[in-house]
Each structure stands twice: as structure tokens, then as C-alpha cells.
């Protein structure tokens, strides 16, 4: 397989894990921010998580840098556009792209703002490029809850016009689906879809929470429903799909190897699955290494590509239209 030309979906990217590390040192010097080192392959090195990070704490260090210049609309719109551009030149035909708009706040941006920059830089890029796309608001899970109504309240001006979804995201505590049931219906209500980060860090249970109590249609990850038979009879009895990132995986140690990540098993045995990127800079990875990755690692046929990338448009949060237009490609 010719794994560039290979149509894509990524259904699970983070817009502050994805940030070119030329940009981070244009953006400080245009705002006057003191950067460790001018050098770029010193910035990339900050930006970029070890292949073998003791933890997931470890790797979610990465997201301070860029953070620290994503605190103007300019910036803002700029990161995102340049993140579609990076993905429609490996042939990305649909991207999902996440982020926390409460940690864009930091030098007096409203959230309105936040997330009309991003929805900005994106149209921006699907005008140039032969790429489609959606914005999923994550609400980080260590944050104050009383934040939450509003992140919901100001991107639902954007709902089927650039914004979709309604994420958790962050450092995973067992049992952490309790204490956001109230925010999920709020967020249904207003027509936001639900894709929650859940059973990445070896806690399968949450992932049964995720679906059957915040109503998830999809989890970020999900890997640990291996080992607990009823979040593993949940998702394929309810048909929720898994957004896999397997190199991400490998680094945070929620799998040790990537030939133990449990993708192959969960495809075969009809479980939904997709191969998506995670963070494209601090996974120092492209759609185009994961599909090759899991193929190769896997052994896994043109056929078989070609069923998880229907599964991915299938299960993505675009309008019919855009599904249609996406399967015309496989």
C-alpha cells in the first residue's frame, strides 16, 4: 500500500499537541515571550514526548510550550489552519480536531473568541485544501466545574457550523464519569455528540461510565475495555466506536508494545475501531506513520484499511453530506 496517497480520517487530534515548533518561535517573537532557546531543534525536543515517558503525566508536560503562544486570536487561527494544511498534504480527507478553549484564557480572550479563531482557521484551510473538518470543545476533567456551562454555553453558537462534540480530556482518575453527569446532559440538551476520553490509563470501568452515564457515542482511546467483560460487552452492544492512537499509547504506557496494543483483537472480533494521531507533534507522528504502523505491525490487508476507514467516517460527526462525499474516496 502506498500509505501517503491512502485517504485518511483522524477523528482524534489535539490542536496544542499538533503545533509546528517553526511557529511556537515566530509566535514568541511576535509577542515578546522568552522562549528556553531560540534554537528549533531544542524546541522540537521540548514538544516532542519520549517514546518510553514514564506516564501520562509525563507526556501531557508537552502541551506548556505551545499553551504558552495560543493566548491570541492570531495564533489561534494560524495553529489551526497550519494543523488541516499539515494533514490535507498527506491526504487527510476529514479531521476532528479537539482542544480546551478554558486554557486559551490566559491573557483576557473571551471564549468566544477562543473558538471562533479556531472554527476561523480551519473554514480557512477547507477553502484551500481538499479537506473537511469539525472542532470538539474539551472540557478538562481537573478544572473548576463551574466553568463548564459556560465553555458549552459559547460554543454552542458554533454547533453544526464548525463545532460538534463535547469531550473530557486530562489526567484519568478512576470513577471521574460521577462527578460530570449533570455537564453531559447539559451538553446533549444544547445538541452537542459525546466522545469522552476514557480507559486509557487501565481503567475499563471508566469506560462503561463513559457510554452508560454520560451517553458517549465514542471514547478517546478505550484500550482497557480488554480485561473487563462488561465495558467490552457495552461498546459492541451499543455499537460505540474506539478512537485509537496507537503510537500515543505506546508512550503514555497505557501498552507496553506496540505489537500488545489491542486494535488487531478488537477489529477482528467486530469491535469499532479507528487509527487516528492523538497529538501530531508530541506523538512526533502523522496519520500517514499510524495507518502504516498498525498495517504493518498487523499484517493488515487493503480490505481491512479500507473497513476501518469506513468505520471512521461512518462514526464521525459529519453531516451526511460530507459522509457521502468522504466514502467516495475508498
Do not use: W
Amino acid at each position: 500500500m502506498n500509505y501517503h496517497n491512502l485517504p485518511k480520517i483522524d477523528l482524534h487530534c489535539h490542536l496544542d499537541g499538533s503545533v509546528r515548533p517553526e511557529t511556537i518561535i515566530e509566535l514568541a517573537r511576535e509577542q515578546n515571550i522568552t522562549l528556553p532557546s531560540d534554537d528549533i531543534e531544542t524546541i522540537r525536543s521540548l514538544m516532542i514526548a519520549p517514546e518510553t515517558c514514564q506516564n501520562l503525566g509525563e507526556y501531557l508536560l508537552r502541551f506548556e510550550l505551545p499553551l504558552s503562544v495560543m493566548q491570541t486570536e492570531e495564533a489561534i487561527e494560524r495553529i489551526s489552519f497550519e494543523v488541516f494544511e499539515d494533514a490535507a498534504k498527506e491526504n487527510v480527507k476529514y479531521l476532528e480536531m479537539r482542544y480546551g478553549p478554558m486554557l486559551h484564557l490566559n491573557k483576557g480572550l473571551t471564549l468566544d473568541q477562543v473558538i471562533r479563531s479556531a472554527v476561523k482557521g480551519m473554514k480557512r484551510a477547507e477553502a484551500m485544501y481538499d479537506i473537511k473538518g469539525n472542532y470538539i470543545l474539551s472540557i478538562l476533567r481537573h478544572m473548576p466545574k463551574e466553568t463548564i456551562k459556560s465553555v458549552l454555553d459559547a460554543g454552542a453558537a458554533y454547533l453544526n457550523n464548525g463545532v460538534v462534540a463535547f469531550d473530557l480530556a486530562g489526567g484519568e482518575a478512576d470513577g471521574f464519569c460521577h462527578e460530570f453527569i449533570p455537564y453531559a446532559q447539559y451538553a446533549i440538551e444544547k445538541g452537542y455528540r459525546v466522545t469522552i476520553h476514557a480507559g486509557e490509563q487501565g481503567c475499563g470501568q471508566n469506560v462503561y461510565d463513559a457510554v452508560s452515564l454520560l451517553g458517549a457515542e465514542r471514547i478517546g482511546h478505550g484500550i482497557h475495555i480488554k480485561g473487563h467483560a462488561d465495558a467490552y460487552q457495552l461498546v459492541k452492544q451499543d455499537s460505540v466506536t474506539l478512537e485509537t492512537c496507537p503510537s500515543s499509547n505506546v508512550q503514555t504506557k497505557a501498552v507496553d508494545h506496540l505489537k500488545n496494543h489491542p486494535i488487531k483483537a478488537f477489529y477482528k472480533d467486530n469491535v469499532l475501531i479507528t487509527i487516528n494521531t492523538d497529538n501530531r507533534t508530541v506523538s512526533n507522528t502523522t496519520m500517514t506513520d499510524e495507518v502504516r504502523k498498525v498495517c504493518e505491525q498487523f499484517s493488515l490487508t487493503a480490505e481491512d484499511y479500507a473497513a476501518i476507514y469506513k468505520t471512521s467516517v461512518d462514526n464521525s460527526f459529519a453531516t451526511d453530506a460530507v459522509k457521502q462525499h468522504l466514502l467516495s474516496f475508498i
